[in-house]
T-cell receptor, first 113, second 112 residues
Framework: SAVISQKPSRDICQRGTSLTIQCQVD?????MFWYRQQPGQSLTLIAT?????????ESGFVIDKFPISRPNLTFSTLTVSNMSPEDSSIYLC??????????FGPGTRLTVT | DAKTTQPTSMDCAEGRAANLPCNHS???????VYWYRQIHSQGPQYIIH???NNETNEMASLIITEDRKSSTLILPHATLRDTAVYYC?????????????FGAGTRLAVHP
């Protein structure tokens, strides 16, 4: 298994600003994923981040809005840019372990006012 | 789009077995069935996965039909702490990376 931490755990931000969310894993992993969970909804995959290469975004998500960094095998960041109230969600990172299970962080609860 | 169909909600009495069904009629031969659960305000938790044989671990059992078009997750002795949303997911290989696509899931309520 993998232990994942995220910072911040929650934040309240004003529209038009940006927030960077950090994801730290206790072991080296190749694949990291970022998800969004809007209120009352299921999880939606934003992008896949592989160390040393550009992140790959799902349909409906673009790099200008959700830039991702993956500087090493244990760390990644997701930035939510130029925020609007519609960006209010829980943002979760996850990693894939050797047995193909994915492990999730506790999430970052973002409220945009 | 998610490739699975699950009931929206289910109830189970504490101490009894909880049987959560999932339909995945369009599953491909190399796709696995994964189960995750999400307890309120927490990140999803991996439960179990399988290809075609039945699987069991310390948390649950997974029964996959012979034609692989459906499966059932079994929690043998449900407790109040098993109250959660349970997601059945067919893993979609993509460019060599195995992303998980979540559907709406089944909201399981375990009651005393």
């Amino acid at each position: 298994s993998a232990v994942i931490s995220q910072k911040p755990s929650r934040d309240i931000c004003q529209r038009g600003t940006s927030l960077t969310i950090q994801c730290q894993v206790d072991s080296q992993v190749t694949m990291m994923f970022w998800y969004r969970q809007q209120p009352g909804q299921s999880l939606t995959l934003i992008a896949t981040a592989n160390q040393g290469s550009e992140a790959t975004y799902e349909s409906g998500f673009v790099i200008d809005k959700f830039p991702i960094s993956r500087p090493n095998l244990t760390f990644s960041t997701l930035t939510v840019s130029n925020m609007s109230p519609e960006d209010s969600s829980i943002y979760l990172c996850s990693v894939e372990a050797a047995g193909y299970e994915q492990y999730f962080g506790p999430g970052t609860r973002l409220t945009v006012t | 789009d998610a490739k699975t169909t699950q009931p929206t909600s289910m109830d189970c009495a504490e101490g009894r077995a909880a049987n959560l069904p999932c339909n995945h009629s369009t599953i491909s031969g190399n796709e696995y069935v994964y189960w995750y659960r999400q307890i309120h305000s927490q990140g999803p938790q991996y439960i179990i996965h399988g290809l075609k044989n039945n699987e069991t671990n310390e948390m649950a059992s997974l029964i996959i039909t012979e034609d692989r078009k459906s499966s059932t997750l079994i929690l043998p002795h449900a407790t109040l702490r098993d109250t959660a949303v349970y997601y059945c997911i067919v893993r979609a290989p993509w460019g060599g990376y195995n992303k998980l696509i979540f559907g709406a899931g089944t909201r399981l309520a375990v009651h005393p």
